[in-house]
Structure formats: structure tokens, C-alpha cells
């Protein structure tokens, strides 16, 4: 699964959801995109949007119903998430609103953590790791785990194809912000310290996937 909307969005028909190619018209389409800044200190800053059209707003409520995901972690509503973060102490909710624009509403979620391991462990962010392979003092690896469509079966895939044509698309982005230069990234780099992946039609369905991962020393 990925990162951002692991919080509720489980389950296969969601994970269907969030494997497939995205439409890049504002708000036409559901729009997801998580920004990742870790800090010199180990800290952790890390920022959602989501963009939900109105047309996807009913079937995305009934699927989380389904799921029996926890009301007001998504869409997320302040109080509910402030609540569930109790079960996380050193991570504190940083900013939580939403507000509506032509075509649908935008909702943003913004957290920040102590120890940024400490957040990737907690599974908020859903299949994120932080690796050392060099132990403390080495480089840190970022590592996005998707799962491989070659599992899925052709039934599968058609529903998934038809869930995506009724939310009207969708187009997830990830965004990195390291504390020093990049070593490595499979991603498209956009500064010395930063890089991005904007999942779309291109190779979704194919054996393998191509891995999202970045390198940094700390």
C-alpha cells in the first residue's frame, strides 16, 4: 500500500485504488500527495493533501464504511486524530483542516515527529521504511514497498479499472526533502536535497514495479 492514505484506506479494493494511474485535472480526479522533510536532528515533518471531487467523495465514505476505518481519520477531522496520536507519544498533530473549492474539497494534514524512525515505524505512513544499512553512523535508505501487480487476477483488475473510472482518476505524489545531499534516487531529483514520484499509467501493471527508494548520508 502506499504511504499517505494508509491511515485508512485498507483493504483490496482500496489498495486497488491507490495502485492505479491517475488523471491530472485538478479536482476532476482524486488527488494525493504526501511531502516528507526529515531534519539534521532526526526529526520528521510530514504533510498531506488530498484533493476528493465530489463525484468520489460518497464512494470513498462507503468503501471507508466498509472497511469499518475509524470515523474522522479520514477524511480527517482534528479531534479524531488528536485522539489516536495519544497512542503515539512524540508525535504531535501539527495542522488539520479542510476547506472547498469549485469541484470538490481539499483536505490537509500535517504531522510532525521527534524521531522520524519512530513515525515510519508507527505504520501511519503505511509501507515507508528507513534502513541503515551501514549501521548508525552510515547512509539512511528510504524505501517505498509496493506490492506486485503480477499478483493480481484479471477480475481484479477489471474491478479495480472500473472503481478508478467512478472516482473520475487518480494521481499520487511523493515528495522527499533530505537534510543533506542525495546519495541516490529512483525518483525525478528537483534540487540537491530534494526528489519526487508521481505515479501514473506508465508500467502499473507489469511483473515489476520500479522500486521507489533515495539515499542520504545524515
Known sequence: MLPFPSLPLRGSLLLALLLLPGIA??????????????????SLETQWEV??????????????????????????????????LEAHPGITLEECRSYGQAGGRRYVLRLRAQEGEALLESGLLGALTLEKPQGE????????????????????????????????????????????????????????????????SAGWFQDALPPLQASWNP
Open 51 to 84: 484533493e476528493i471531487p465530489e463525484k468520489a467523495s460518497g464512494i470513498l465514505q462507503e468503501m471507508l464504511s466498509l472497511e469499518g476505518a475509524a470515523k474522522g481519520i479520514f477524511p480527517p477531522e482534528e479531534q479524531a486524530w488528536r485522539k489516536m
Open 137 to 200: 553512523k552510515g547512509i539512511r535508505v528510504l524505501r517505498v514497498t509496493l506490492p506486485s501487480p503480477k499478483e493480481w487476477t484479471p477480475p481484479r483488475i477489471r474491478s479495480a479499472r472500473m472503481l478508478l473510472e467512478a472516482l473520475g482518476g487518480l494521481e499520487v505524489r511523493l515528495r522527499l526533502e533530505t537534510p543533506t545531499p542525495l546519495l541516490d534516487t529512483t525518483g525525478r531529483k528537483t534540487a540537491p536535497r530534494r526528489c519526487q514520484w508521481l505515479l501514473d
Open 25 to 42: 485535472h485538478p479536482l476532476l480526479a482524486l488527488s494525493l500527495d504526501l511531502a516528507l522533510h526529515f531534519h539534521r536532528d532526526g
